[in-house]
């Protein structure tokens, strides 16, 4: 065959490149197992190994123990452990953030809904979950309130500056809008030489 040159179907079955597959008889199974199918983007990697079966739980302290001792160490609830159960009323659970752990609040927040579904399939009951902030964040607090007014002030200060009629047409003119507004600071008399 030179090279560069394909060959048709017939050329091919004719000088016996091209071989023609033979089911194996239908009394004797085929001995090469089917290749295993690849996998692809839409089907996921593998599925979740059944949760172990628990019988329900009253919502309370002891459900909150049961899930932890379940969930705890997988990394994706690994974030329950900073978790304190508080108390259960009115179809919610109640928590608050471990000493030190104020950052994760807004995280944990995100994923209340996660931790009602989860809490609710263990529980005999629907449960809601409500997380407080920890006790000893009144550092954060405070910080956190001195932010807000220096936010209100300097919000205040923007729409003063955006009143001025100079301001405002630099604004229009570029698209713009004032980010930081500053006290005029008295400039020192220059001496001429």
């Not at 739980?57 to 508080?86: K, N």
């Not at 108390?87 to 953030?97: N, P, V």
């Not at 500056?161 to 713009?176: K, S």
Request: proline share 9%; hydrophobic share 35%.
């Amino acid at each position: 065959m030179a090279r560069g040159k394909y060959l048709s179907l017939e050329e091919a079955r004719k000088t016996g490149q091209l071989k023609k597959k033979v089911a194996p008889p239908a009394d004797r199974p085929d001995p090469s197992p089917p290749a295993p199918a690849r996998q692809t983007e839409t089907q996921e990697s593998a599925p979740e190994p059944p949760a172990q079966r628990v019988d329900p739980i009253e919502p309370g302290p002891e459900l909150w123990r049961t899930a932890l001792a379940a969930h705890g160490r997988d990394a994706r609830y690994q974030w329950m452990t900073h978790l304190e159960f508080l108390r259960y009323a009115d179809y919610t659970m109640r928590f608050r953030l471990k000493d030190g752990q104020g950052a994760l609040l807004g995280f944990i927040n995100g994923q209340r809904d996660g931790l009602a579904d989860l809490l609710s399939k263990m529980s005999t009951a629907a449960v809601k979950v409500a997380v407080e902030p920890p006790l000893d964040d009144s550092a954060e607090q405070s910080r956190a309130s001195r932010t807000t007014d220096a936010q209100r002030l300097t919000a205040e200060q923007r729409n003063e500056a955006m009143n001025l009629p100079l301001v405002r047409q630099v604004a229009d003119l570029f698209d713009g809008r004032v980010v930081d507004v500053r006290d005029e600071q008295p400039s020192e008399p220059r001496e001429e030489a």
